[in-house]
């Protein structure tokens, strides 16, 4: 093996069991830029007339390039071209420019992409807002953060929630990164006053970058653990409160600390690349210390376009993201929903038509994509009474003004150009709006996200009447717009359709029913008829329905948008503790009865009735109910059984859900204490005495496994669905070690018993194959 400076070397590298032969790794890492090399992308970058970029994000370039001189050739302008040899990219109303040259990957943080405004984070994105300069349109947008502590936090959740979905590990340690990263400087901005700082963030690539950090960490390491080691790699253990009690610069610390983290890795690199047979490690680290970038540094606006010089360049980046996503790795309907209707939303809003306030739209802006926190609603819609500051009736503010009639059809034909069709009818509109309307709740109700979102695609509260234009009537008892909607008060009947429909769609009490619905039973998710989700709340809300209106009007009041109601999901008791033992106030509809005093319909022994979907499509259109509704047991109120419903999902009425802090009345690790271990000149207790400690020690940690599984899934409506609660590797292991375990359980209950004298209590072969499944 030849071993000369340039030659690339072979090397035999383990990984997940497996060895793999990487054939590209050469002696030296790329060099750190000069301060002259910086300079002198510096100085391209100013001198070329197309581009228009703030000092400071030629600075976050000039650092993160490893080919600083082939960029700044590129940026250099030709008598052909005033741009340079900068990449020309054509898109929707503009033409993005940009350079192509590699980068360090410890310089690129992850940005964020379209699809997580759809996805369940435990972390909030950044608030996103595009900048200019002198009035122009330039390539930098700003991430405002709340806090450096946010920064951290979110950059950490990206990487652990990519990983946890896709990795490209073992492809990228064999040939490193071969497609070019989507990159673009930032200005990351912080609520609570820390300077702000500059860097470059990845938005298409992202599952690229996390697996470099992958392959860095090495085999085996958890999404959790990459996760870690990016982030401490990009941040440090920087504080902003410290970089501000000192007087520091928070940039050039945070610069600083990474070119301080690569001198570290590069003599670990230098110490593996020595000798015959360099170490494994090295190969590592060389295929993910750099990757192939596509750095955006210019935008320039076509003639007659729609958005402000502050939006063109998210809005071409964000068109890029869509045309790969669609072509290549589309995402999912949700993911393009949200895409769909906020850039079509954000180009209404630049036309300036004198139909609507652009101040007002703004408003209804930042509250559909979360930059104007649920609270702040009285603020925004306070000059027409003042709204509660909650989830549902933010879903009931954006809805009417989402559906104004001649904003609706605005909205229809900019996301029909975005989308590229002909058409879009109201179903198709319902569906961009769902996971808008979500948002503040999908956490909380990810197990039934799925099938709301679905109904929003059947119309969800898009009736005629509501699409006809109405104004919201806020109130704390939605039970007082029954008689007004019944006197004809379109607003009281729009106000009810839409907060009470949001409710039932929320928790899975009306969904898109299909076929296998149709006349199963209700405590199975069955329904008297099939009908469109908008026909059912088109029906609920009609002026002479007083039951739907009531259904309506007690849906919304029982809403609440940090928890799933026993209806549609019920709590599953992993302790054998009964529901009744949990203080926290159940959750759950009750069925309408229009004779009761309170509207509740109860058994004859006075116990509350469960509301079904059943009930809510009968209610609906009471004419067409052809079949008497299925009898309920009179001892207790009918609950959802161990079935699969409609959508495919699975509930079963077995008690509570243990909560995260709560102790088992059986034992708990809290209470945990050390057998004690004698000395080397203490007497050993007797062999019984010892077995009758260790068989306390045993109980006490299959209790207190027993407690932090009951922990774990707890929190899975609070991990969302971003990621899983534990990757199929670690459950695989722990599988294996419960099975070995139970086994051996097993074998020392047999030899103790006493119920079959005959039999050999050490063959055992055949209930240990059984155990381990192989």
Known sequence: MSTGPTTALTLDVPWEGETIQVTNIAR???QEPTTEQRDDVLMAGRNNPGIRLPESAWTAIAHATTHPDALALQLRPTPNDPTGLLMAENVEGATLYSGVTRVLTSELFPGI????????????????????LEGQPSAVVEYHYESFDHLRKHMWQTIHSTLSINSYAESILTRSVTRNLLVHPVLITFEDGTDPIEALVVRDGITRLASAWAVLAGAGEEASSVASLATAALLGDISAASARKTGSDLRKLLIDSRVEWRAKLRKEFNEEIKGEVPGPRAAQIFQSYAVPAQIAVGIEGHAGRLLSPEDLFDDAIRSVLASIHVEFKEWDSAAQNVEVITRALKRVIQIGDPRWSTSDLQDVYGL?????????LPKVFGSTGRPPGTALWRAVYLVSALTKPDLLEALKDQAKAIKGGKRMAVKAFGGLLGPVIDLPWRSRKSLVTKQARNAWNNGGVLTGVVTGGWDPVPTDDFTTLVKPAMRGDI???????????????ADKLLTRNVGSSLDAPKEKGGVPFRADTSVVIDGLSRQDNEL????????????RADDLPLNSVARQSLTGRDASESAEKPYAYFKVDLEAQDKIARTADGVPVLL????????????????PVPPI??????????AADGDG??????????????????????????????????????PSQRAAEHRKSLRVHVLSARDSLDRLLALEPEVGEHTPLASLSVLDDLHKLLLSIQTDVEVLRRRTSTDDLDEDPYDVEEEEDAYTGD
């Not at 607003?491 to 769609?505: E, Q």
């Open 28 to 30: 030296q890492l790329p």
């Open 113 to 132: 992409q379209p699809r997580t405004g759809m996805s369940i984070m435990e972390v909030p994105d950044p608030q996103v807002q595009g900048l200019s």
């Open 368 to 376: 559909a994509v979360g930059r104007i926190p649920v609270a702040d």
């Open 491 to 505: 607003n009281a009947r729009c106000t009810l359709a839409v907060a009470g429909g949001v409710a039932l769609i």
């Open 548 to 559: 739907g209106l009531w259904t309506l009007a007690m849906a919304a009041n029982t809403f």
């Open 612 to 627: 079904y979907e059943w009930d809510v499509v009968a209610a609906s259109d009471p004419d067409r109910v052809k079949k």
């Open 633 to 642: 047991p009179s001892s207790e109120p009918a609950a959802p059984s161990s």
């Open 649 to 686: 999902s699975f509930t079963d009425q077995s008690g509570m859900l243990q909560q995260e802090g709560k102790v088992p009345e059986n034992g708990s690790s809290s209470f945990f204490s050390e057998i004690p271990v004698p000395r080397r000149d203490e007497a050993l207790p007797l």
